[in-house]
């Protein structure tokens, strides 16, 4: 019999398997590039399978993200959680974005830069938001490692400077 639980579980590897593909033609093609249909064939889903796990594509596109993130959050968190000193979690830190490019290359068989500078600019406002914010956040905590390293106030002009030209390197160097 069909129980509640059953129907559960059923969604939970579907609703993954459109992550998964989602994830990959979004990373490659950018978000208006692809179609709900192209989602469904790569996953092997229903579009009705989709629609049922997400309520829009710009949905999906959420949760692709929130996929990314989390995952590069607990890579990151854990290079900060582990006692070293600073500089060896800023060097640690660099090097996590160069294995994260290495492992990029390795799944989808090219060099694709991070998940959100793949998108293109024109994705809906609600994910823009959420993508800045991320951005942020990760930023602050550059900002804080580069300016524990440096010996500076992390609110200092010198220390925000300093923030954005690793930024602006890791990305062109991930860009290049």
Known sequence: PVTRASTMREKI??????INAA?????RHGYHAVSTDQICKKAKVAKSSL???FPSKAAVLFACLESVWTRNWEEI???YETPSPVREQL????????????????TYGAFLGTFDMALGVAIPDEVAAEILKHQREH??????????????DPE???ARWLSDVASDVITGATIK
């Open 23 to 27: 994830t990959m033609l979004f990373w």
């Open 51 to 53: 629609y049922h796990a």
């Open 156 to 158: 200092s002009h010198r």
């Open 91 to 106: 060097k640690q830190h660099l090097e996590w974005f160069a294995s994260s490019q290495l492992r990029i290359r390795d």
């Open 139 to 152: 930023t602050a905590l550059l900002s804080k490692t580069i300016s524990k390293v440096a010996e500076l």
């Open 77 to 79: 968190s854990s290079i």
């Open 13 to 18: 590897p579907t609703r993954i398997k459109i």
